[in-house]
């Protein structure tokens, strides 16, 4: 058995749970360990079982309060706004992750939109009180998601679950034609002066960041570096993204066992 599935049937047990054992899915390269899967598990328990993952998010909302406190006493002709994403940056979908993976699968749409419209994920620490902090402070909370429209509802529904401000249509943005959140930002800034932006993804933040490859996206963060803790605030996640997507070239449809392999060819050990 992997060291993966070792520590994770220790955990099952530990936690007294009644989690089905781990599904491996095995490989050419490796009968043991399919890197897709057991590795999304892998992330998913470090995304609910660590302290570290709790600190690294409320350490990304405090920078974020923090620079609200300064912007609050700025000059802005127009009304300022916020514009944060949603999924892994201030709500929690690793039962969605844990779930798909202990059934040998990666995120697909259909049990996606059954995951959201439960209207369940959980938030992020430190997300909630930040939050609050903005409309203290008379800022605005946009919410700019991938989501498709057909998610709205169940969205809300999480949203107001835990009271989270603005939780209304006119502050939910959704998924339009494009993934690209560009338009959707710029049709914003014609109202309103956006101050801040929140992500767990670099396209969160700016088209710069768009569908780029690994090299250009390294680039890219050294370009806008100094827009990190500024006005990007950056949440962690193992899971998944934009990252990811990248090292695949975007074709997503390739096969577990073609990603288990491009993955494998291309990390450094020694
Ligand atoms: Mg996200």
């Not at 514009?83 to 039962?95: A, G, K, Q, R």
Request: proline share 3%; glycine share 6%; aromatic share 10%.
């Amino acid at each position: 058995m992997s060291r993966i599935l070792i520590c994770l049937a220790l955990l099952t047990v530990s936690a007294g749970s009644c989690r089905p054992a781990a599904k491996t899915v095995g490989t050419a390269n490796d009968p043991g360990i399919n890197l897709i899967i057991d590795g999304k598990l892998w992330a998913s328990f470090f995304q609910q079982r660590s302290a570290e993952y709790r600190a690294l998010c409320q350490q990304a909302y405090n920078i974020a309060s923090l620079r609200v406190n300064e912007l609050a006493v700025r000059q802005s002709l127009r009304p300022m706004a916020i514009v944060t994403d949603i999924d892994e940056t201030f709500l929690d979908n690793s039962p969605y992750a844990v779930r798909q993976a202990l059934a040998g699968r990666d995120y697909e749409q259909s049990s996606w939109a059954e995951w959201t419209a439960r209207g369940m994920a959980d938030t992020l620490q430190g997300a909630l009180p930040f939050f609050r902090l903005a409309v203290s402070r008379g800022i605005a909370v946009f919410y700019i998601t991938n989501r498709e429209e057909s998610e709205r509802q169940g969205t809300l529904a999480n949203l107001k679950k835990f009271d989270f401000p603005f939780a209304d249509d006119e502050h939910l943005v959704m998924r339009t034609s494009t993934s690209s959140k560009e338009s959707r930002r710029v049709a914003l800034s014609e109202k309103y002066d956006i101050v801040m932006l929140l992500g767990d993804n670099l396209a969160d933040f700016s088209s710069i960041f768009d569908k780029k490859n690994e090299t250009d996206r390294a680039s890219a963060v050294n370009a806008a570096a100094a827009e990190f803790g500024h006005r990007f605030i950056l949440l962690p996640n193992p899971v998944y993204g934009g990252w990811e997507e990248s090292f695949y070239q975007f074709n997503m449809k390739r096969t577990s066992a073609e990603k288990d392999s491009l993955i494998r060819h291309s990390l450094k050990g020694y």
